[in-house]
């Protein structure tokens, strides 16, 4: 297993269902019956992806703690939960273009006015709370990248190795807390699906390969729920980036994000269609959200930062907010750092980071930075070599700035259509999947069942 370099952050799992020798034998002599041969084949082997890189199920044989691809006697009859990610799918997109199949869900289920993403309002960490039920300062993904002050080590969600290396990713995602227990599980992307997150990944997932049509992610997913009931997964999550690349590129208002809307509206209108024709479609639930948001950010409001003024401090990270290390210069120089950062940055705030307001929930982990910076809506920082020539458009802003609201939408049995929810943080969805899974939920979860369950039917 990958060590922890803050173990407090990676619990292990508790209430874990361990097999007996003679289950584990079953599953092997099935894998053997089923191999050579199949798309779906287990041992790490890996399989073409459509679009190019390589799509692999997880080792069962590797993740003892797994639920080896065989459902456990008494998860058979539970219900089976899909969760999609509309990655850049903000708030106001539902209503701003149209979006047929959305609102299909929204009149079948509930709707919030808006989710409330976790700080930083970036992909890895927000896709990362809404995986784990917890805030990105307990979790330990801090950001898309981060420095690691006790290995010495940034991370970056571009590194092939770090990603797929559990020992950088703490808590409990929703997929290891199904597999621990029992549960089959799996994943056409998600952030966290592709490590080894307590030595247990879903045992179907996908390396992250975004030419693989949009069609042929809802298409698996359907194939994996008519698989035979012992193997069949009841969690699957999708990821669809489509909005988030023309948000960035465009705009909110740009036609080519109309256009984008347009295209994930028609690929979850096939995903509807096809749970409907399932012989267990009554026995569906399917939660729709997003990460974030996504603003203009102003070339007059970019602000440049020096980094020869300070001497012995680490730039970690720039932009819509500001990571530091002060790494020289002993005990107060911190705060005086904070002080002249705040006096040379304009339209910000600096907090050392025991002072970070506590609801932005990100002071307790090392990785957050020795001084914390949050820019207003709109403007940036950014060293001078960086500085825009032009508008552009991304997020990382404040948690709860309208334009950084995300989306959650979900239907299922036992969730009266219709309802409206007011906003509310996204890690109250890690508890209410349990539930409705059937599980226990991590005990470590900052989530809460309350929030959600007596709005969404508490399961059946």
Known sequence: MHSDPHPTTMTAPHSRRRRTLASWFVVA??????????????????????????????????APTSSGGVNAVEHRQQPYLILVSFDGFRWDYLDRYPTPAFQRVARNGAR?????????????????????????????????????????????????????????????????????????????????????????????????????????????????????????????????????????????????????????DAVLGRLLDGLEALPHADEVYLVLTSDHGMARADPDRAHPLDMALFPGVRWAEGGPYASLFVEEGGPGRAARVRDSLEAVVPESEFWLREEVPERFHYSAHPRVGDIVGLMEVGATVVRPEGLPAEAYWTHGWDNRAVEMGAIFLAQGPGIAPGQRLEPFESVHIYPWMARVLGLEAHSEADGRLEVLGPHLGMGR
Not at 44 to 61: K, W, Y
Not at 113 to 135: C, N, Q, S, W
Not at 157 to 173: A, K
Request: glycine share 10%.
């Open 29 to 62: 002599l099935l894998g053997l019956l089923a191999g050579c041969g199949g798309d779906e084949s287990e041992g790490g082997v890996e399989r073409p992806a459509l679009g190019g890189d390589a799509a692999r199920s997880a080792a069962s044989a590797t």
């Open 112 to 264: 919030a006015e808006r989710l409330i993403p976790t700080f930083p309002t970036k992909t890895f960490p927000t896709h990362y709370a809404v995986a784990t039920g917890m805030y990105a300062d307990q979790h330990g993904l801090v950001g898309n990248r981060f420095w690691d002050p006790e290995r010495q080590e940034a991370y970056s969600m571009y590194d092939r190795d770090q990603v797929e290396d559990g020992g950088w990713y703490g808590g409990e995602p929703i997929w290891v807390t199904a597999e621990t227990q029992g549960m089959v599980a799996a994943s056409y992307f998600f952030v966290g699906s592709e490590a080894d997150v307590q030595q247990v990944r879903p045992t179907f997932w996908n390396r992250y390969d975004g030419s693989v049509p949009n069609e042929a992610r809802v298409d698996q997913a359907l194939e994996w729920l008519q698989l035979p009931l012992d193997e069949r997964p009841h969690l699957i999550t999708l990821y669809f980036s489509t909005v988030d690349d023309a948000g960035h590129d465009y705009g909110p208002d740009a036609p080519e994000t109309a256009a984008a809307v347009a295209e994930v």
